[in-house]
């Protein structure tokens, strides 16, 4: 016990928090990550569905249906990964193993990540291809997917390899 009578509760990285309240904080960041790549890929997997009940759909050739079936699959196992960590919690509540659960509900964000990624791009050749009458698409569609893996990837775990410390936060 230090000297203000707080049994060891500082953390490594300096926080005043005990294991529980750490694990209580990551989960509400975590929850708060996710509730915006729930939205989005929400709102495409509710588009990408009705697609194939339009008079356009019809007239796409097997390669287009077939792009389609693939991202209406991937959209559907990125809901799935980033639903999960709500039934996560939802599960695993007053079940005292949240830091595990925060850790299991982590990999499946980042999973989860991977597949929006997948989904996005997958989209974008289905549409690009389409609409475009052009060769171009795949530029355009390669230019899209860099992008997203340096806002996602790249420049988090850059901005973390240069700042960071040996402590984990």
Do not use: N
Not at 9 to 24: L, M, T, V
Not at 41 to 65: D, N, R, S
Not at 145 to 153: A, D, E, I, S, T
């Amino acid at each position: 016990m230090d000297s203000d009578g707080d049994s060891g509760r500082r953390s490594d990285d300096g926080r005043d928090e005990s294991p529980a309240d750490r694990a209580d904080r990551k989960w509400g960041d975590l929850l708060q990550e996710i509730r915006v790549a729930q939205t989005g890929v929400q709102i495409l997997f509710g588009f990408l569905l009705t697609v194939a009940f339009t008079p356009l759909f019809h007239q796409l050739g097997h390669v287009e249906k077939g792009i389609y079936v693939c991202t209406v699959v991937l959209g559907s196992v990125t809901t799935g990964a980033l639903v999960a960590p709500v039934s996560f919690h939802r599960i695993l509540a007053g079940r005292h193993i949240k830091p595990t659960a925060v850790i299991w509900a982590s990999r499946l964000t980042v999973v989860g990540l991977v597949l929006l990624l997948a989904t996005m791009t997958s989209s974008l050749v289905l549409v690009l291809r389409v609409a475009s009458h052009g060769g171009y698409w795949p530029w355009l569609v390669a230019g899209v997917v860099l992008w997203y893996l340096v806002c996602w990837f790249v420049l988090p775990l850059w901005v973390r390899q240069r700042h960071s410390t040996d402590r984990r936060q």
